[in-house]
């Protein structure tokens, strides 16, 4: 099981900026976060490989307003969004996964989940 450490989240209002963060102590993954808004199935948001200069993979609803970014020596993975909106609303995992999951992080689910943090953005 890997342990990790997720924060950030909270309120904010539409057209603001928010920064989640996710570590994984002693790991390199490829990284990223999932979202699930009430009622509607887990999506994909964003993610970023541990190696190769930090191949990055964005959902089209997030592309020019999220940005995903890592630091490796702490490898902590950093999900800036800004532009929120009322419909990023949700609760948002932190994923990650091995080589394979790399590969297509947004076509199939993560080898480990974080616990989850809830972004509300009001209108």
């Known amino acids: 099981q890997v342990q990790m450490v997720e924060s950030g989240g909270g309120l904010v209002q539409a057209g603001g900026s928010l920064r989640l963060s996710c570590a994984a102590p002693?790991?390199?993954?490829?990284m990223g976060w999932f979202r699930q808004a009430s009622g509607k199935e887990r999506e994909f948001v964003a993610a970023i490989s541990g190696s190769g200069g930090g191949s990055t993979y964005y959902a089209d609803s997030v592309k020019g307003r999220f940005t995903i970014s890592r630091d490796n020596a702490k490898n902590t993975a950093y999900l800036q969004m800004n532009s929120v909106q009322p419909e990023d609303t949700a609760v948002y995992y932190c994923?990650?996964?091995?080589?394979?999951?790399?590969?297509?992080?947004?076509?199939?689910?993560?080898?480990?989940w974080g616990q989850g943090t809830q972004v509300t953005v009001s209108s």
């Open positions: 002693g790991r390199t993954f490829t």
């Open positions: 994923a990650i996964g091995g080589p394979a999951w790399g590969q297509r992080p947004g076509s199939s689910p993560p080898d480990y």
